[in-house]
């Protein structure tokens, strides 16, 4: 496996692949991989001649307050993890690569990044955005692998591709969970041993609102109170938003059709810690 970290030298590599008919996918992480990076690079490798794999902690998606100085970071094991899972270049690129001095775009996506993650982090998704944009016209893919963990970011980056006529399909890959439900995450880390066991509270709450969705309640209030009262039996968790939407177009009405799949997402604080997870139904 190869390192990069300019993006010079990882545009010349794509060219000179794309040259030569390669098919490039491409999994972009902030690093700290768990099995779930492991699992998108495995859906890459079936399907790519090169896989690249980016990590890069982007300071443009985290707002002041937020984690970014203290998000976790471990280059050596992540090139292990990497590169057993099929990864043919890890592109580790610095912020300076990434944002040059004077650096003045931003892709700003509309509607799908209103709701959820964009009440709490209003200026969340516009970073993503614009670094996943920069790393796909660095790494120029044919596929890119995304995680459904990140439902609302899945549903932004599909936007931008689609409403910019990006040349590339994005692949959503499941959520991979630990074996008591909770969704794998680098920032499961920061849970105190206490904490860890509470937060196996948003799994349960997705389990028993897919089972009152099966059997036939649609009303999105009952669903949004059974996912709350679950949460809130365990204490020391605030809920920052606990919802049932159309897993299509995130609008939510009171009464969903016998039709529609709904997504169920949850944010939460376990004190200092912010998890996310979904389900759709
Ligand atoms: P991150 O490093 O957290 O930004 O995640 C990088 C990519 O891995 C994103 O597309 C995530 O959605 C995906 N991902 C994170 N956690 C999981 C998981 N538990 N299962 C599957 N994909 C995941």
């Given at each position: 496996m190869q390192n990069i970290t300019s993006a010079q030298a990882m545009q010349r590599l794509v060219l000179a692949a794309r040259r030569k008919g390669q098919r490039i996918g491409v999994v972009p992480t902030m690093g700290f991989l768990h099995e779930g990076h492991a699992s998108l690079i495995r859906e890459a490798r079936v399907v790519s001649d090169t896989v690249i794999t980016t990590i890069f902690v982007n300071p443009?998606?985290?707002?002041?307050?937020?984690?970014f100085t203290r998000y976790p970071r471990d280059l050596e094991r992540d090139t292990r993890l990497a590169e057993s899972a099929g990864c043919d270049v890890l592109f580790t690129p610095t912020p300076e690569e990434i944002y040059p001095h004077g650096f003045q775009t931003t892709i700003s996506v509309g509607g799908v990044t209103e709701p959820f993650e964009g009440v709490f982090r209003p200026t969340h998704f516009d970073g993503v955005a614009t670094v996943v944009a920069k790393l796909f016209h660095l790494t120029q893919p044919d596929k890119a692998f995304f995680g459904q963990k990140d439902y609302q970011q899945c549903m932004v980056v599909k936007k931008m591709v689609s409403d910019l006529a990006m040349p590339l399909e994005i692949v959503i890959c499941p959520t991979l969970r630990e074996t008591d439900g909770l969704a794998m995450s680098s920032?499961?880390?920061?849970?105190?041993a206490e904490d860890r066991q509470k937060a196996t509270v948003l799994f349960q709450a997705l389990q028993v609102a897919k089972t009152l969705i099966q059997s036939g309640e649609r009303r999105r209030m009952v669903l949004e109170e059974a996912l709350k009262t679950i949460i809130l039996r365990q204490s020391g968790i605030t809920i920052d938003y606990a919802a049932a939407a159309?897993?299509?177009?995130l609008a939510q009405p009171d009464e969903f059709s016998s039709e529609q799949a709904v997504v169920l997402l949850l944010a939460v604080r376990l004190g200092t810690t912010r998890l996310i997870d979904n389900l759709v139904v």
């Open positions: 443009l998606q985290f707002a002041p307050n937020e984690d920032r499961n880390v920061y849970l105190s159309d897993s299509e177009t």
